[in-house]
């Protein structure tokens, strides 16, 4: 399947930028979380856009303007993609708490659950 193109992909930009500005630090979304938070673009056809969504909002995050917390949106994998910047990536998590275990975010601890979620509470104290 050839890669298809966006109808107006600065339209899609700016939903995608406009979600990851939510995520709040320390914790982190997956180019796919987002992809599936975007309802699918008119004139692409809903298996195309489950085929190419997160690269596309990979191809967003390249682009992302300086206020957009970029280094938030990583790999489904919990991973950070390689790439020039990645280094810094995950310096930037880290100073927001992140740990990382053999290259990974534990997704279950640190993934942002979307827009409206109630923030839960941070490493609870065992007394």
Known sequence: MANPTLPNPQQFYEQVWQLARQVPAGRVATYGQLAQLIPCPADVAPDD????????????????????????IINS??????????????QLLENEGILFVKDRVDLKAYQWRGPGEAEPPRQARLF
């Open 49 to 72: 856009y489950h085929a190419f969504g997160a690269r596309w909002v990979g191809t967003a995050m390249a682009a992302c303007p300086s206020d957009v917390p970029w280094q938030r």
């Open 77 to 90: 994998q919990g991973k950070i993609s390689p790439r020039p910047g990645a280094d810094t990536q995950r």
